[in-house]
């Protein structure tokens, strides 16, 4: 445990931190790469260029600063990054490195004002962190490799059929290259992809929802096309799926991991997702269908228009089927054959006047996967609703929105 004078040295200088955030995170990657520069292969590079890796450093050093004497009080965002950190490979021998180079970016940027205490404090600070970090996630690499059809690191897997669900969505059907069994998931958990793309120096890694239910010899994942260029260099990842990789191609992934999964509740079930946040979704819906069959379920998803939103013909045909499922779609742009064949419930975007008309109660767990003005814009509506905190649950993979999704509520 720490001691109190290094408890109150960490919380009273955790604002200072903050306030120099941008710049600590800059100069601790620009340290951190040039120290180690395989590193590359685990960090998002696209975050890396947009800035959104260095914030997410700052931002979870100023958090858990804040927050030393209770972690606790942080616990769903420790829970989503140590699932991601199991998902993309991270080491504990790793941890001290990354300390080290905290605080010597630390020391860079307030210069006089990070006295011996203060970097004392802060070391002791981060040991006392990582110590639980490197817990948890032993564990959840131990559940990972021991679970059955589990593995560790990263497996082959064969893409068996690659099927075009929209405009832009296509969904990967993959089988494991070595014809063993495959691990279980929960709805709502995703695959992480290290990608080795030709002509690129580093590996690149990210995370796809799982878009099928659970208990099949397959895992389907569904990605949306991003074009990429110099300028939105977040696309290099999809458009290698899109347009490279082909039926039969081998990729490499990590076992399902991530929490953002239903709990057992007796509440009606409103799943709410804005573009190419359908995919956790659809296997969630899926999925309860079956296990829950008495529980009520409100599918609502805001598309574009009929041409890029994915499966409208088997959630049309699941809620037909199931008079326990209610299927809304709110399209911002309609198509002309959209608006003749009656394919929408709503012009525009989700609001609250609209879910209060559809829904019959506020007294519901509320499970929400978008874009993050999307989610921003949910969450606040929920809360204006005066939907319960412990009953909105969503799924971001900006690392900056994981850390500070406490503070959207």
Known sequence: MLD?????????????????????????????FTKVPDLYNLFNQTNQKRGIQQEALA???????????NLDAIKPVITRVTEKHRAIGVKAEQYPVVGETLLEAVKDVLGD???????????????????????????????????????????????EKKEKESDLITSFYL???????????????????KA?????????????????????????????????????????????????????????????????????????????SGGIGITPMVSMLKTYVEKSPDRDIYFVHSSRNGDIQPF???????????????????????SETDVQENRFDKEGHIDLEWLDSILPTNDADFYLCGPMPFLESMVGQLNRWNVPKEQVNYEVFNPVAILGAEEGY
Not at 266 to 272: E, Q, R
């Open 4 to 32: 109190q004078k290094t408890i109150d040295t960490v919380k009273s200088t955790a604002p200072v931190l903050k306030e120099h955030s941008e710049s600590i995170g800059k100069r601790f990657y620009e340290l951190l």
């Open 175 to 193: 089988k494991p290259k070595d014809g063993k069994p495959i691990a279980s998931f929960q709805p709502g958990q995703y695959l992480t992809i």
């Open 196 to 272: 080795d793309i030709p002509g690129e120096k580093y590996t690149h890694i990210r995370h796809y929802s799982l878009s099928d239910s659970p208990g099949q010899n397959h895992y389907r994942i569904s990605v949306k096309r991003e074009e990429a260029s110099e300028d939105n260099p977040s696309g290099i990842v999809s458009t290698y799926l899109h347009d490279d990789v082909q039926e039969g191609d081998v990729l490499q992934f990590s076992s399902p991991a991530g929490d953002f999964v239903v709990e057992p509740m007796d509440k009606p079930l409103v799943l709410v």
């Open 113 to 159: 004002a990070a006295t011996d205490d203060i970097i004392d404090a802060w070391g002791k600070a981060y040991n006392y962190i990582a110590d639980e970090f490197i817990r948890i996630e032993k564990e959840l690499y131990e559940e990972a490799e021991n679970a059955p059809g589990g593995w560790k690191g990263f497996r082959e897997f064969v893409v």
């Open 312 to 334: 409208k013909d088997r959630l049309s045909d699941l809620a037909a089927r199931d008079d326990n499922v209610d299927y809304f779609v709110c399209y911002d742009s309609p």
């Open 59 to 69: 931002y979870s050093v100023y958090a858990a600063g804040e927050n030393i004497d």
